[in-house]
């Protein structure tokens, strides 16, 4: 363990630097394909999610620290076949994940295939859907790609039992098995073709052992964290903490990931780990080089997120997604983004895009319990939220009188 504790200055300053969130406005590189590509790299994979209040999670995640882009740019990484870099699979739920990291998926297609999972198992060994499995695989390889609505009527039915629902899920089964890949998305459905021809013939597919792609995955963790708890490495690489454990341990034992003492917001320092391979940038965060300098607006699904509890260690900040609650238990709103500004986490507002009027609107706006909104808070916020209404072409905000007043007044005299 190192011996001087790291300064919760410090570690907010590493957390968002690996995370790419402490660039200045205007100081991003451009918002390339390229550019792209390495974020993904970068976070491990970028979150899928249908919600569409705004623009898409998966579309939210690299305006967040890129400013304004053409998402179609990010779909042509997953889906067109000529600059494909990105697949989706399973990691943090459905994500994106870079195509270099792909073979670290093999163990987990392997799987699928050799001990279906319970949902699945019941299905699967029925004969009926045994032959549905090689129908849709048929159909697969003679027509190419195919969306699930396209078995909805197979023609003329063989049986009664018959319907999309068993040919959705042997498409759902050939993709989890990876004998097929998501070769496009139409209006946000999956369309599935055989992997031989979506998979580009440049990408590495030898098999890694379960261990390897364990260790892989959770490293690749540490590095996107920049500084957490050993459980929270587990987190973000989407495992359970039991299963993540040995191997942490094993990653301390041989000195891939470094404890050290960090300062909270509140409480004593907690034991954290930061693998080797940042420690230059630690002693970048501890001497002042890296110092967060954007206000941006999060996905409720963003990286930044995904480990437990680190969103009130180190910046005393709840994190709540209440979409699933129902509207009288809401206490921020539906979709709330949290506000970033420079190294805090300042409040939250609920969006809503209205497509038709290029609207955005407000419907809640908040500040954290002690944050005053001073002339830069309100300078910057009044600067990201330009920048994320030409992302969404809206030409007008309204903003509820719901929330922090002040805090409203002086943002909509700015904008």
Request: proline share 7%; net charge neutral.
């Amino acid at each position: 363990m190192t011996t001087a504790p790291v300064s919760l200055r410090a570690a907010r300053a590493l957390a968002l630097h690996t995370q790419a969130l402490d660039t200045a406005p205007g100081a991003e590189p451009p918002p390339t394909r390229d550019t792209l590509c390495a974020l993904a790299e970068r976070l491990g994979c970028i979150q899928i999610d249908t919600l569409q209040v705004v623009h898409r999670s998966q579309y939210l995640v690299p305006w967040s620290r890129l400013g304004r882009y053409n998402p179609a740019d990010l779909d042509a990484l997953a889906f067109d076949p000529a600059d494909r870099r990105l697949f989706e699979y399973w990691k943090k739920a459905a994500s994106l994940i870079p195509l270099t990291h792909y073979r670290y998926s093999l163990p987990q297609m392997r799987a699928f295939r050799e001990q279906p999972q319970s949902r699945w198992r019941a299905w699967i060994e029925r004969e009926m859907t045994r032959e549905v499995l090689a129908h849709v695989r048929e159909r697969l390889a003679a027509e190419g790609p195919l969306r699930a609505s396209d078995f909805d009527d197979d023609g003329p039915r063989r049986q009664a039992w018959w319907d999309w629902k068993p040919a959705k899920a042997a498409l759902e089964h050939l993709y989890n098995t990876g004998d097929a890949m998501i070769a496009d998305r139409v209006n946000f459905q999956r369309v599935y073709d055989l992997r031989e021809r979506v998979l580009p013939d440049w990408v590495d597919t030898t098999e890694p052992t379960v261990d390897e792609a364990r260790r892989f995955r959770l490293e690749q963790a540490a590095r996107a964290l920049g500084i957490s708890t050993p459980a929270q490495v587990g987190d973000y690489a989407y495992f359970l903490r039991g299963t993540a454990r040995p191997y942490i341990n094993a990653l301390l034992r041989e000195g891939v990931l470094v404890p050290v003492e960090a300062e909270m917001v509140s409480g004593p320092p907690v034991t954290m780990v930061v693998h080797r391979d940042n420690l230059g940038l630690l002693e970048r965060a501890r001497d002042g080089a890296l110092t967060p300098s954007r206000t941006t607006f999060l996905s409720p699904f963003d990286s930044l997120l995904w480990a437990g509890e680190r969103d009130e260690q180190l910046w005393g900040f709840n994190q709540v997604l209440e979409c699933y609650k129902r509207e009288p238990d809401r206490i921020w709103g539906y979709f709330c983004l949290p506000i970033l500004h420079r190294d805090r986490l300042v409040g939250r507002f609920d969006p809503s895009l209205d497509r038709k009027r290029s609207l955005l609107r407000i419907k809640a706006l908040h500040l954290e319990p002690g944050v005053e909104p001073d002339d830069a808070l309100v300078t910057d916020t009044a600067a990201a939220l330009r920048d994320f209404l030409a992302f969404h072409n809206a030409h007008t905000v309204e903003i509820a009188d719901k929330g922090h007043a002040e805090f409203r007044r002086r943002l909509l005299a700015r904008l």
